[in-house]
């Protein structure tokens, strides 16, 4: 572990476990069961059983039984008893935009917020941290994983959500911090758009994987996630004397990306690029400015801790509906010219004609690429960053903008068919889930795990 040169400045704003508020899902009619008795300031009643809750008049109208009642702003129903009184949420919708989305009922312990926001009504879950962390774990992870797994993945994940709210604290008290409030920009020749956290205004974060899958007490079935967040609690990663804000993604593709790369144009250090193995790769030029050298890169298959077929280990990394991804390490995507061009079309909502080349414009430490120039019959732009090239070729998103290009050319100079060659699942910045389960099946400790891929970290018990 490296030593930091600037003394630590003592980190003060979390001595105790913070409540959390999770933005579940929305809409203009909800339906939601509450499993015991729940009371609610302002009301004598106590609520349980299945209801529905809608906007009428610009107030929040909640049935109950055949029971009506009016709310203005918002109500917060809070469990009698906390350690068994739960409700349920029917019709979540999970994976949001991404290949994988689909809908599920979930059930979620703590208490239940309903807050209008203009035309629709927000779930909120108000929970304890820990307890929080509980199902986020089992949640982007199997639960039946390794303890070591959990403990590394319940402290980035603990680190991230601390971080998010400290910097939602710092923004509400008005201090000064790196202006990101241009999150994109465009020219006749150039659209570049970057994806930080959402900067959600009734709650802290949301519930899918825009901030961190977060599916309730649904997915904690063993005592391994649990044991995991109980023996690391409060137990965070800090760098300089500041929370880190810790990032991870399913396969880095054997090398992680620098943050500043896919996120926010702010660099960190314990963020910066790392080979993901025990040494560099042989017979692989790293430097993936030249072509030839990301064209080797991708197209092969350099040792790697997230280079692997082992199901055990996949089965750890990998919930049910993510090991329909079999090719996660490399993959490979076919267009036609006509695919090609109409999902970039109604992706970008520009026209570009017949598309006629895909040309890389500047790369990543991982060779994602940062920047890709498409050139139409009708238009030509650089677009960038990494999720936005992702979402502009294809339906939902690629893997990863780790990828080269071949063209088979049909006639009039205009190509038929893209292929494309891909590495890695993800971002690739900060931990790979993937790679951490295999060191963590290989015998690494929680700690190895995550001073790997997080350097110039320090573990520190700050509650």
């Not at 609690?233 to 004397?241: D, Q, S, V």
């Not at 070729?393 to 893209?418: C, R, T, W």
């Amino acid at each position: 572990m490296i030593s930091n040169n600037k003394p630590e400045r003592e980190i003060t704003f979390f001595n105790k476990e913070p409540e959390v508020q999770v933005g579940i899902m929305s809409g203009r009619l909800i339906n939601f069961e509450l499993y015991g008795d729940f009371r609610c300031q302002g009301f004598q009643n106590r609520f349980n059983g299945p209801f529905t809750a809608e906007l009428q008049g610009g107030n929040i109208i909640f049935n109950n039984d055949g029971e009506q009642f009016q709310i203005n702003d918002e109500i917060i129903f809070e469990p009698a008893d906390p350690s068994s009184d739960s409700f349920l949420i029917r019709n979540v919708t999970i994976g949001i935009d991404f290949h994988w989305e689909r809908k599920e009922k979930q059930r979620f312990s703590g208490s239940l917020k309903l807050k209008k926001d203009k035309d629709k009504i927000w779930l909120i879950n108000i929970i304890a941290a820990e307890k929080y962390l509980q199902s986020v774990i089992s949640s982007e992870m199997s639960s039946k994983s390794s303890l070591q797994l959990l403990k590394a993945h319940s402290i980035i994940s603990r680190s991230w959500l601390l971080a998010q709210m400290e910097k939602s604290k710092t923004s509400r008290k008005g201090k000064p911090g790196p202006n990101l409030s241009q999150t994109s920009f465009m020219t006749d020749k150039e659209f570049i758009k970057w994806y930080g956290r959402e900067d959600h205004t009734f709650f802290d974060i949301c519930a899918d994987d825009h901030c961190q899958r977060y599916q309730g007490i649904t997915k904690i079935f063993t005592e391994n996630a649990k044991q995991a967040v109980q023996q690391t609690k409060g137990i965070i990663l800090t760098n300089r004397g500041k929370i880190c804000d810790t990032r991870y993604s399913k396969a880095c593709g054997g090398i992680t990306e620098s943050f500043e790369n896919v996120w926010e144009p702010i660099k960190y250090e314990y963020l910066s690029s790392v080979v993901d193995y025990k040494f560099p790769p042989d017979n692989f030029n790293l430097d993936f400015s030249d072509e030839k050298n990301a064209g080797k890169w991708v197209k092969g298959k350099p040792a790697a801790y997230c280079n692997t077929a082992n199901k055990k280990i996949l089965s750890q990394a990998l919930l049910e509906y993510d090991q329909n991804t079999k090719d996660f390490y490399r993959w490979k995507v076919e267009y036609n010219q006509q695919e090609i061009s109409e999902i970039i079309k109604t992706k970008s909502g520009i026209d570009f004609g017949n598309i006629i080349d895909l040309v890389p414009v500047e790369r990543g430490a991982s060779s994602r690429l940062i920047k890709l120039k498409i050139m139409g019959t009708l238009k030509s732009l650089i677009v960038g960053k990494e999720l936005e090239i992702r979402r502009m070729l294809s339906k939902s998103h690629l893997y990863s903008s780790a990828f080269v290009v071949e063209k088979q050319m049909g006639s009039n100079d205009i190509p038929e068919k893209f292929i494309l060659y891909g590495a890695g699942w993800g971002h690739g910045a900060g931990l790979c889930q993937i790679g951490a389960a295999v060191m963590s099946a290989l015998g690494f400790q929680f700690d190895e795990i995550l001073l790997h891929y997080f350097k110039h970290a320090e573990l520190k018990k700050i509650y």
